[in-house]
């Protein structure tokens, strides 16, 4: 890649993120342009992309489409799926113990009643937790002794009295979910000491986010905006990947973050095309950042009364095929033009799970460490 092109490329992204977070973005030669002639009094703070991915990763529970009368989202409250016991647990915050109304049709009407409720011995244990609020730019915020059933406007007041962000300007994502102000760390199943909750602020007008050195790996950038890969396959681990063909993927900057780099396979071959595969490397999927949710996934063909289950209630939600995930791609101007932005990532191939529905492939992962990103696509519409 050229100088000017990876210049570009900044540009694009800085218009691109600042259309996704709602705050100002800008490059590294701005803001150094910027701080260099003192012509703002504005604070900088650089964007980190780990927790930039994280914070807008998109998931939720795996239910029916709400507009089936005989759907489980009519329940009463919040149905979650526990991960290790592979059964569902209907948890609610404003009583101990509650017997629900099932619709008449609802699989899960001949659930035991012993999983209704959280366990009595366990209820003191649960009464409160620490919990670790994430900015942007990987700044920690540890808030101490919060109820589990404490509503999130609550933990936003908590985080407005530590930074600079009105709790009317905060947005929070756990696991891909987005937390609404009514409901409780108890009804998103946050019952885990230091659970990392991700703050998506739009911030004061004199905070500016900046992208960074330790953001892009222009070497690793690649345009795929005239390949086609028509009776070609490529593999990374034992998938398919399906490359972005009529895309422009920015390379976000992975090395060594996660410890090995076992899950990007060989990185020896900086700024070519790699046609063969690490047999332990992490498959590759895409995501957009809009409503990419269990509705949306239902909408698309998925439906459970199919005698489909899956382990985890909360998962987050991409696919290998970034023709689907650009359904739900952000979309921004840059230069008078129309674009849109998915993530590309790496899936933890031993958490994964497929799901088939009539419009193609989605992929389920339990957590947010279970997938991580290496490129930003972009692409004009």
């Known amino acids: 890649m050229t100088p000017s092109s990876s210049a570009d490329n900044a540009a694009i992204l800085a218009s ?7 705050t100002p973005v800008i490059t590294q030669s701005d803001y150094l342009h910027q701080t260099s002639n003192g012509d703002n009094n504005a604070t900088y703070q650089n964007i980190n992309p780990v927790s930039l991915h994280n914070s807008y990763l998109a998931g939720g529970a795996v239910q029916q489409n709400s507009s089936n009368p005989s759907s489980c989202s009519s329940l009463p409250n919040q149905c979650f799926l526990q991960g290790s016991q592979q059964q569902i647990i209907y948890y609610y915050s404003n009583s101990q113990n509650v017997s629900p109304s099932y619709p008449a049709n609802c699989p899960t009407k001949n659930i035991m009643a012993s999983s209704i409720a959280i366990p009595q011995q366990n209820s003191q244990k649960l009464a409160s937790i620490n919990i670790n609020i994430k900015t942007l730019n990987g700044k920690i915020i540890p808030i101490n002794n919060v109820s589990i059933i404490a509503k999130i406007y609550f933990i936003k007041l908590q985080i407005e009295s530590k930074t600079r962000i009105s709790s009317k300007q905060q947005r929070l994502s756990y696991s891909g979910i987005h937390l609404k102000d009514n409901l409780t760390l108890l009804d998103y199943n946050i019952l885990n000491n230091n659970s990392i909750i991700y703050l998506i602020g739009q911030l004061c007008g004199d905070v500016i986010n900046f992208i960074d050195s330790n953001f892009l790996d222009p070497i690793y950038d690649c345009d795929f905006t005239n390949v086609k890969d028509d009776n ?9 990947y399906r490359r972005p063909c009529g895309w422009k993927r920015i390379a976000v900057k992975v090395l060594n973050k996660y410890g090995d780099n076992i ?3 060989t990185a020896a071959k900086k700024g070519s ?7 332990m490397e992490w498959p590759v ?13 239902a ?3 998925f439906d459970i009364t ?17 023709n689907i995930a650009a359904l739900y791609a952000n979309r921004f101007v840059h230069n008078n033009e129309i674009y849109c932005l998915v993530f590309q990532n790496r899936v933890n191939p031993h958490t994964l799970v497929k799901i088939n529905t009539n419009i193609g492939e989605y992929w389920l992962s339990p957590k947010s460490e279970d997938i991580r990103p290496y490129g930003i696509c972009i692409k004009k519409i």
């Open 299 to 301: 909408e698309a063909g």
């Open 306 to 322: 199919k005698g489909k289950r899956f382990k985890f209630g909360f998962g987050i939600y991409s696919t290998p095929d970034i």
């Open 285 to 297: 999927s895409y995501h957009g950042t809009d409503k990419y949710n269990a509705k949306s996934i």
């Open 273 to 279: 095309w790699r046609y063969e595969s690490d047999p």
């Open 263 to 265: 899950w990007l396979g």
């Open 232 to 240: 070609k396959q490529f593999m990374r681990g034992s998938h398919e």
């Open 16 to 22: 691109a993120l600042t259309s996704l977070t709602g």
